[in-house]
């Protein structure tokens, strides 16, 4: 047991020394791989954001049905039973004529002039309603013609499908987020390759450069594991380093961005998920978990490919 720790020591002692050996092409390698790292990164926190963002627009835009003032219980009830059966449906509310008038006079608390005339015309001038949460907003249309049946012609005012800016905001959070996906998939594999490219031939270069010294262990009896580990830990520092570098500038940029917009309702939620100490941690152990990866994977390949250990 104090022999394969002995041996496991050396082994990460080798890859260290042989990190800070080639300073330049270590710093070439390692910071490709920040670049792909930090693109990942931002991939993943913009996706968060846009969804969060998405999802806090969406309970906001609902299916307004405005039913006629002399609707029945039983007839209103009927309906609501209909929508709430549908399974587009996520909620439904009804919002009696005092409530209505209630929150119309909240809304516009500010507006002198419009309460004077609602006092004027009396209550009962604001319809009863019934607000509609859907499960996908793509289905809005379809939950706004259960009200339009001919059968609730005599008790439905009008039906409205939401605000129009809402959907077009939420149209284009959704296509920003497919777009980010796509662009951030792409730009990401890219670095990535390079980076595996760099690796690869960082190695190959070591190994071409230790040439002898490598023989020399091969002769004293080394095994293929004992060679092969100072080349694994000396790429793994890129991934290790690449990984604490790309997630500490994303925090930075997280926390100075997000002190300024944390107060939106719609960024709410992203900035304490991601202030959440746990996930800080996870997202360090997740960039240096693919840092390492990539650095192993490009080094065994070039191993594989000139080392040759078999053949000795």
């Known amino acids: 047991m104090m022999r394969h720790i002995i041996t496991f020591k050396r082994i990460c002692v080798a890859g260290f020394r042989n990190f800070f050996r080639n300073s330049w092409l270590s710093i070439a390698a390692t910071a490709v791989m920040v670049v792909a790292l930090v693109i990942v990164l931002s991939a993943v926190v913009l996706n968060v954001a846009t969804r969060n963002a998405i999802a806090e627009l969406s309970t906001n835009l609902k ?38 008038q209630e929150q119309f006079i909240d809304s516009f608390k500010n507006d002198t002039k419009l309460l004077e005339g609602l006092a004027l015309i009396g209550t009962g001038t604001i319809p009863a309603s019934f607000e509609i949460s ?45 777009f980010i996906t796509t ?24 190994i071409f450069t230790r040439a002898d010294e490598i023989r ?31 997630t500490s500038l994303v925090i930075v940029v997280i926390r100075s961005l997000g002190s300024k917009i944390a107060n939106n309702a719609e960024f709410i939620e992203t900035y304490a998920l991601l202030s959440d100490p746990l996930n800080i941690v996870l997202m360090y152990l997740g960039s240096i978990f693919l840092g390492v990866l990539v650095g192993v994977i490009s080094s065994s390949l070039a191993m594989n490919r000139y080392l040759k250990i078999k053949h000795w």
């Open 63 to 100: 299916v307004s049905v405005y039913l006629q003032p002399d609707a029945t219980k039983d007839q209103i009830n009927a309906l609501q039973s209909e929508l709430s059966g549908n399974q587009n449906v996520d909620q439904v509310t009804y919002i009696s004529q005092d409530v209505a």
């Open 134 to 178: 859907v499960t996908d907003l793509s289905n809005m249309e379809e939950v706004g013609n259960i009200a339009k049946q001919e059968q609730y012609a005599t008790i439905v005012e009008s039906v409205s499908l939401g605000k129009t800016d809402v959907k077009k905001t939420i149209e284009r959070a959704a296509a920003t987020q497919r």
């Open 183 to 206: 662009t951030s998939v792409i730009a990401a594999s890219v670095f990535a390759i390079v980076s595996m490219l760099i690796i690869f031939n960082t190695i190959r270069m070591a």
């Open 216 to 246: 020399t262990q091969k002769l004293l009896g080394a095994t293929p594991g004992y060679i092969r580990g100072p080349f694994l830990v000396e790429s793994s520092m890129y991934g290790i380093v690449a990984g604490i570098i790309s």
